[in-house]
């Protein structure tokens, strides 16, 4: 018997995620990407799954993060971009970083490669052809807007928008490791994973004033209304939230000592390892909508940065999403046309691992229901469960807004307990959770 191909729209994490998890189920499946016929104002290549922002997955810990777990139970399930990410990743300490043009470049080639995956070099512009039975739209934060004003006029709703910023990257051999030093907050990792730029609290200070008064890029009419998403802010607006923001920010000194002082600094300005080579560095926190000129001029007051020279500047780019807990049911099926699911950051979603994540379920659901059967959920007490019924239900769709993966979304645990120890009981009681979803197994890992 012929089995019909399912139709992935979007080349990113979750439509790549997506469809590996529908070919290893022996399903074929078209990937429509857009790039590079099509660009995009962040993307710079026309591979699968391009980071733009981060190079990090953050969190690594599984024990007492829900980030980490996340990074875990994705493993698990047989993961195509952990299986990536964990093959090219570079130090940062408890952090999962990787290395980013070897990372796509691998899902790239892992997917172009397999027999049951067609990759189709064009856009789909408004809803997708009527005969497309089995849909998953994973267009990110860059949906074309023809795409994105099909949706709107199928749901009746208006989706909403913020800004995502993107982090200057910088040269490691242009750093002054005279007054730079290479140090993992409370001495995770190896020692070298971060480059470390102290201030002085006068140095601080006129650093916070050159931001606040630093130009930045102008939106364009219908962008101005628009709110950031609050885990990803410029670093020039948080700035302007007071004087100490950033010191508890970002710029925190916790942890770190520095080695010519023997003290804690005032503040401290964290670079960590782009890449495998160690020859490129991002300013961690410190994503930007500050004019080019600008951000050279006001990065470089820096201690350390004064001669920086950047592989990269900052940028912004605008970030659309769907009202999910009102406009998708719990198999991330749009209501009111459920042979469209969506998957990724267009779902409500926040980070690498958690668009992810939407994608490898989207993926599994999709293709249960090719062969038959009943798609199932992860329970809610695991993290990737409670990821989805935060975007699909649990959340309040009238202040709706994107969410990371966090141990607030999961139900509290039988036995009461408090700080780390809550923390690792939500953890092992999802491990076991999640096994049994797996169907007993305790561990899948990508081909």
Known sequence: MTISAIH??????????????????GIPVVIHEMRPVRTTEAHVTGNLAELVCSNSF??????????????????RSGSLIMMAA???????????????????ATIQETLTADPLVTVARNEVAGLPPSDWDSVIVATGPLTSPALAEAVRGVTGENSLAFFDAIAPIIHAESVDTNLAWFESRWGKGDGTDYLNCPMTQ?????????????????FKEWERDTPYFEGCLPVEVMATRGPETLRYGPMKPIGLTDPKTGRRPWAVVQLRRENALGTLYNLVGFQTKMK?????????????????????????????????????????????????????????????VESTAMGLLAGRFAAAERLGRDP?????????????????????????????????LFPPPVALAKGEDRKRS???????????????RPSVAAE
């Open 8 to 25: 992935v729209v979007g080349g990113g994490l979750a439509g790549s995620e997506a469809a590996w998890q529908i070919a290893r189920a």
């Open 58 to 75: 953050r969190s690594d810990e599984a024990d007492t993060n829900a980030v980490g777990l996340l990074h875990e139970e994705l493993r």
């Open 86 to 104: 964990d093959r090219h990743r570079v130090p940062a300490g408890a952090a999962l970083a990787v290395d980013r043009n070897l990372f796509s």
């Open 202 to 218: 006068p140095q601080y200070n006129a650093f916070v004033e050159a931001l606040r008064t630093a130009e930045t890029t102008e």
């Open 292 to 352: 080019y000129a600008e951000q050279v001029r006001v990065l470089r007051m820096i201690p350390g940065l004064e001669n920086a020279n950047f592989a990269r500047l900052g940028g912004i780019h605008r970030n659309t999403f769907l009202n999910s807990p009102k406009l998708l049911d719990p198999l991330l099926r749009l209501k009111a046309m459920p042979r469209l699911r969506f998957a990724g950051q267009i779902t409500g979603v926040e980070g690498y």
């Open 376 to 408: 199932a959920a992860p329970p809610p007490t695991t993290s990737m469960g409670a990821l989805l019924r935060h975007i699909t239900g649990g959340a309040t769709a009238a202040t709706f807004q994107p969410m990371n993966a966090n141990f607030g």
């Open 426 to 440: 939500l953890s092992t009681r999802a491990r076991a959770d999640f096994t049994e979803w797996l169907g007993g």
